[in-house]
């Protein structure tokens, strides 16, 4: 059995994806994991097609959970842990193995990013999951995710939900403005009792403008490192304008690509 890493990269057809600013910024993720994994000993695998083809009612940040394990199937990958991480992410070249940080557990990060967006997404969802008191500071964001085959049937449960309620969480999707997957994703699986094993913060450094983690240390002249680079050992590509990213990605790629080979 082996690890593998999973990067959904799939470009809806079905609605403006101006917003978006292009696409090259997948690649760079690609590259970097594609590296990452070599190094370990384990395999990247792109997730290209969405068993459902309305990518509007059902998004791609949806289905991912709904099809991982069948697709992994129907391609005859075998595996022990699956890492999903977001294609706007990129682990610094020297990043520990986060395989050996699971204890076979349900891992992640927190989401620190935003409480304000964490308590209205919360809030939003609250009276649909029977005003389950979900704990803003149990909260985890789903851009990097590991998870096993004894997590499946839970995962089966939340494609269980959103299906037979699509309308209900599109509607949210479009009056609430916070997210699609993440806080329903949540819910479920706090419910259901899912043991969860968080990694350090260092697994997620995003917001990189809005915490100025893009600058450096004025004090060291010497060194003109940016932070995120210097603290971070997983960088991620949002919480800005996703026009911005591509453009951001592509610079930082720059600065960082030799490191890659």
């Given at each position: 059995m082996k690890?593998?890493?999973?990067?959904?990269?799939?470009?809806?057809?079905?609605?403006?994806?101006?917003?978006?600013?292009?696409?090259?910024?997948m690649s760079y993720s690609i590259d970097a994991w594609n590296f990452w994994c070599q190094k370990h000993g384990y395999e990247l695998v792109v997730y290209d097609k969405t068993s459902i083809e309305d990518t509007t009612k059902y998004r791609v940040t949806v289905q991912r959970w709904f099809d991982i394990f069948n697709f992994l199937d129907d391609k005859g990958i075998k595996y022990d842990q699956i890492c999903m991480t977001d294609a706007s992410y990129i682990p610094k070249w020297n990043m520990p193995d986060i395989f050996k940080m699971t204890d076979g557990k349900f891992t992640t990060t927190h989401e620190y990013d935003n409480f304000k967006w964490v308590y209205e997404s919360i809030?939003?969802?609250?009276e649909f999951f029977n005003n389950y008191e979900l704990n803003i500071f149990d909260y985890f964001n789903t851009g990097l995710v590991i998870f096993n085959k004894s997590h499946r049937d839970v995962f089966e449960k939340f494609r269980k939900i959103y299906t037979e309620n699509v309308d209900y969480f599109v509607d949210k999707q479009l009056t609430l403005r916070r997210g699609t997957d993440q806080t329903p994703f949540n819910y479920i699986l706090r419910m259901n009792d899912v043991d969860i094993n968080f990694l350090s913060p260092h697994y997620r450094v995003s917001h990189l403008p809005r915490k100025d983690l893009l600058s450096y240390n004025w004090q060291l002249d010497e060194d003109k490192t940016p932070f995120f680079i210097k603290y971070g050992l997983l960088w991620g590509f949002s919480g800005f304008d996703k026009r911005q990213r591509n453009k951001l990605m592509?610079?930082?790629?720059?600065?960082?690509?030799?490191?890659y080979k």
């Open positions: 690890n593998i890493v999973v990067i959904p990269a799939v470009k809806p057809k079905d609605k403006n994806l101006d917003k978006f600013g292009g696409w090259g910024w809030q939003g969802y609250k592509e610079d930082v790629w720059e600065i960082v690509k030799e490191n």
